[in-house]
């Protein structure tokens, strides 16, 4: 394998942007001594060293967080305060920097080629953003102290390296030490770096599954260097297109996969307002035909854009230019809150813009094929399964949850019983992490057997009335037919009487007494019978039952 | 608000997204005691029968059993089933036939609401949007009858266009529903066996098929059990020679 000498990049981190961000937002409820933590999904996503020290770890329930720290102040999920707080930070190092590639609020990104020579090398370049960084916060941290603030946010990290992977590590490390980690070009300086972390660093820099973390441990490959010194070949063999690009993670020759195809130089959707917007509102809905659009056209070949470009101007001839990018690749609900965060952070920020938006564009800069979706073989989700879940949805907005339900197993004696129907909107998919009842669609065969002793037997009926219909049974003298208490019937069944209409009856079976729940309210004491009649369009078999006397049609064999 | 494309995008950007499809994406599969009906052979698992996009309307004394047979198929392979308006659909009996009843949603009737004035718009909009995403639709009698004629024929285009089949239960109102099916499929109750005069219990019966309408050149006939004594859905040739002599196993009841 040819080893590509990747880009020289500078990433500035900061572990626990949330917190940072919420202090800022918030002063006077969140201080930066309080031990804090936000949480996303009942789970921790990050938190202050403070709440750390007092055994608070991201990835933790709820419960477990507060067991851990009974004093935990919980502060609320936000990506667009998060995004928000973030921009005065990104515009303070615009001023050096113009191309910055912000891959979430709390990280970015940079080529350090042109800056590298301009201020001097690279570690003054590592010095003069951490000064940057430090002077675009201190505008945002009313009177609060800066370092306290940057503190609480797990500090400001630096790092300058070969690659995306190795520069992003590097950073990380640095906002522990506090000082900024500059590794040495070259491939072998920079493999070297990489090759003692755990690979579970992977699904923080390179956002590969816990699972396959998982599997490579178990294999015994439990450090970046381990990865590196299988040969590409064998990891291709065992993973397929993944075990490349782990290879290139590993050994940190290149983090642009070979795939990333350049996208067609005149590759760009923009749109121009005639009326100026100033509501983010608004934009964000303009933005939103982008988006969809370009995400669509990307759908249509099979491809993700992983870095894109948004810029956007104003009136004034104001201008708000970031690059962003994501590593899974980007839909168009992911590239629409890109540029809602981009959009805010202009708008509701510190400098403004003058006159309303004008122009918004967008430029994709990295394509690669899509590989992250492969449609499960046995059992996943189907594209089917997609177009339902979508059109039921819509049917439950017209109609209401009550009025989409689907089938599951519960068991019982009476046909009406045997299957509950649930809302739709209830059921727990598996890939909302079943949350939600789950749905019964079998029971063993042994189980139906033997759990529901005096069930009918097979087959069931067709229709089954919900609300049993009142007939009359007759024998052949036109008397009412009764059953006892000892389950004998009076006479033969021989018409069927219902709505005035008599029917004769040609074959006929019963009595199947059932006494069910005779402890509490909802006990049940009835015969069935299954009555047979003849028709001029053919036979017809209905299942009937006698209760407290009176004759009921429950289900129809259609 | 003008919307100027700098770049010229690829033309296939605002193309439709529907294409010519091969002849055999165009079918869908029909559960293999039924196969005879459409003229093929009953040896394969699931033959290719039903064209997309056609009307199926099932009537005679055992209409829901024969439209719940119609559901086995598509389900097994993967298909979505709406069921509309039939509260009654006997849900034991569907999953005893074999209909996969994790792809199957039950929808109340959207033509019995209680707003008179808006009744039919939400009709159309819950039918068009159950027609985008499933490939086989359950209506019953009474939700036809009470759709428009021109609100019947807009659906009955959207099935053809988005590829699903209309299956609807029981006998509808010639006067007032205009629906005009592509195949008529007559379910006529023969016999049923196992019960007598006071004794057995309801194991199997004989229906007779048949299959016509105006897309046929002629009326198909085919003998099945619907249901067997397993619940399910068999030719009765393939099973005559196993059923000469063989007693079927009385299960105690009770």
């Known amino acids: 394998m040819v080893a590509v000498q990747?880009?020289?990049c500078a990433v500035l981190h900061t572990p626990a942007w949330p917190i940072t961000a919420a202090i800022l937002h918030e002063p006077e409820t969140f201080g930066p001594a309080q031990p804090l933590a936000v949480f996303h999904a009942q789970r921790v996503l990050s938190c202050s060293p403070v709440a750390w020290r007092e055994g608070v770890r991201p990835g933790q329930r709820r419960r477990q967080a507060q067991g851990a720290c009974p004093h935990l102040v919980i502060v609320p999920y936000n990506s667009d305060r998060d995004a928000r707080m973030y921009e005065p930070l990104v515009q303070s190092i615009g001023t050096l920097v113009p191309l910055i590639d912000v891959?979430?609020?709390?990280?970015?990104?940079?080529?350090?080629?042109?800056?590298?020579?301009y201020v001097g090398g690279d570690d003054a370049l590592a010095v003069r953003l951490l000064t940057l960084a430090r002077e675009?916060?201190?505008?945002?941290?009313?009177?609060?102290?800066?370092d306290e603030v940057i503190t609480a946010g797990g500090g400001l990290g630096v790092g300058?390296?070969?690659?995306?992977?190795?520069?992003?590590?590097?950073?990380?490390?640095?906002?522990?030490?506090?000082?900024?980690?500059?590794?040495?070009?070259?491939?072998?300086?920079?493999?070297?770096?990489?090759?003692?972390?755990a690979v579970k660093v992977l699904t923080a820099v390179a956002g590969c599954s816990p699972d396959l973390v998982d599997l490579l441990e178990r294999l015994g490959l439990r450090q970046l260097g381990d990865i590196a010194r299988l040969s590409v070949t064998d990891l291709v063999g065992r993973f397929g297109a993944i075990g490349e690009s782990l290879h290139r993670l590993a050994s940190g020759t290149d983090d642009t996969p070979p795939s990333t195809i350049p996208p067609p130089p005149d590759l760009m959707m923009a749109r121009v307002f005639d009326d100026p917007l100033s509501q983010l509102d608004m934009l964000v809905f303009a933005a939103k035909a982008?988006?969809?659009?370009?995400?669509?056209?990307?759908?249509?070949?099979?491809?993700?854009?992983?870095?894109?470009?948004?810029?956007?101007?104003?009136?004034?001839?104001?201008?708000?230019?970031?690059?962003?990018?994501?590593?899974?690749?980007?839909?168009?609900?992911?590239l629409l809150d890109r540029v809602r965060w981009q959009l805010d952070g202009w708008i509701n920020g510190a400098e403004p813009p003058t006159a309303g938006i004008t122009l918004l564009r967008l430029t994709p800069m990295d394509i690669r094929s899509d590989a992250g979706t492969q449609a499960g073989f046995w059992g996943g989700r189907?594209?089917?399964d997609d177009n339902a879940t979508r059109a039921i949805t819509r049917v439950i907005g017209l109609l209401g949850p009550q009025s989409v339900t689907v089938a599951s197993w519960r068991g019982g004696r009476d046909p009406r019983e045997v299957y509950e129907m649930m809302c739709?909107?209830?059921?727990?998919?598996?890939?909302?992490?079943?949350?939600?009842?789950?749905?019964?669609?079998?029971?063993?065969?042994?189980?139906?057997?033997?759990?529901?002793?005096?069930?009918?037997?097979?087959?069931?009926?067709?229709?089954?009335?919900?609300?049993?219909?009142?007939?009359?049974?007759?024998?052949?003298?036109?008397?009412?037919?009764?059953?006892?208490?000892?389950?004998?019937?009076?006479?033969?069944?021989?018409?069927?009487?219902?709505?005035g209409r008599s029917r004769r009856i040609v074959a006929w079976a019963g009595p199947w007494p059932v006494d069910e729940r005779w402890w509490d309210q909802r006990a049940r004491r009835a015969a069935r019978f299954q009555l047979v009649i003849e028709q001029p369009d053919g036979q017809c078999a209905y299942l009937a039952e006698v209760a407290a006397g009176k004759w009921w049609l429950t289900a129809e064999y259609s | 608000m003008s919307q100027v494309r700098v770049s010229s995008l690829p033309h296939s950007l605002s193309r439709p997204l529907s294409e010519t499809p091969l002849a055999r994406e165009r079918l869908l599969p029909v559960h293999q005691a039924l196969a005879p009906l459409f003229g093929l052979a009953s040896g394969d698992l699931a033959p290719l029968a039903l064209t997309r996009g056609h009307t199926v309307a099932c009537v005679g004394s055992a209409a829901m059993s024969c439209a719940l047979a119609v559901l086995v198929a598509p389900t097994q392979t993967g298909s979505w089933a709406?069921?509309?308006?039939?509260?009654?659909?006997?849900?034991?009996?569907?999953?005893?036939?074999?209909?996969?009843?994790?792809?199957?949603?039950?929808?109340?009737?959207?033509?019995?609401?209680?707003?008179?004035?808006?009744?039919?718009?939400?009709?159309?909009?819950?039918?068009?949007?159950?027609?985008?995403?499933?490939?086989?639709?359950?209506?019953?009698?009474?939700?036809?009858?009470?759709?428009?004629?021109s609100l019947l024929r807009r659906l009955q285009t959207r099935v053809q266009s988005r590829g699903g089949v209309l299956v609807v239960v029981g006998e509808t109102n010639s006067l007032t529903s205009s629906l005009s099916a592509d195949l008529r499929l007559t379910a006529t109750t023969q016999q049923w066996q196992g019960v007598g005069l006071g004794y057995g219990h309801l194991q199997r019966r004989q229906v007779l098929l048949q299959l016509d309408g105006r897309r046929r050149a002629r009326t198909t006939e085919h003998r099945v059990w619907l249901p067997d004594h397993q619940g399910q859905l068999s030719s009765v040739e393939t099973t005559t020679a196993e059923n000469t002599g063989v007693v079927i196993p009385l299960r105690r009841v009770g």
């Not at chain 1, 891959?103 to 020579?117: D, H, I, K, Q, V």
């Not at chain 1, 506090?178 to 070009?185: C, F, K, M």
């Open chain 1, 290 to 334: 982008l988006t969809d659009e370009l995400g669509g056209y990307f759908h249509e070949r099979g491809q993700v854009c992983t870095r894109v470009q948004v810029d956007a101007e104003s009136e004034h001839g104001e201008s708000s230019q970031r690059v962003w990018y994501h590593a899974e690749g980007m839909r168009s609900t992911t």
């Open chain 2, 82 to 149: 709406g069921v509309v308006g039939l509260p009654s659909c006997g849900v034991q009996a569907a999953a005893d036939l074999g209909v996969c009843l994790e792809r199957t949603v039950f929808v109340a009737d959207p033509t019995s609401g209680s707003r008179a004035s808006s009744q039919q718009a939400d009709a159309a909009a819950v039918l068009s949007a159950l027609v985008d995403g499933v490939d086989v639709l359950l209506l019953a009698h009474h939700v036809v009858n009470s759709l428009s004629p």
């Open chain 1, 103 to 117: 891959e979430n609020p709390g990280s970015l990104l940079l080529a350090t080629r042109g800056p590298s020579r």
């Open chain 1, 136 to 146: 675009g916060l201190s505008h945002t941290s009313h009177g609060l102290d800066t």
């Open chain 1, 160 to 197: 300058i390296a070969d690659g995306r992977i190795a520069a992003t590590l590097a950073a990380r490390s640095s906002s522990r030490r506090g000082e900024p980690v500059v590794i040495q070009p070259g491939v072998q300086a920079t493999a070297e770096f990489l090759a003692p972390y």
């Open chain 1, 6 to 8: 990747p880009p020289r």
């Open chain 1, 382 to 384: 189907s594209e089917a």
């Open chain 1, 424 to 499: 739709f909107a209830d059921i727990g998919s598996a890939d909302s992490g079943g949350v939600g009842r789950q749905l019964v669609l079998r029971p063993d065969d042994d189980a139906n057997a033997t759990e529901w002793p005096g069930a009918l037997p097979a087959p069931a009926p067709a229709v089954v009335h919900h609300e049993p219909l009142l007939i009359e049974v007759i024998d052949a003298y036109g008397r009412g037919v009764a059953v006892n208490g000892r389950g004998l019937v009076s006479a033969a069944p021989a018409t069927l009487v219902q709505h």
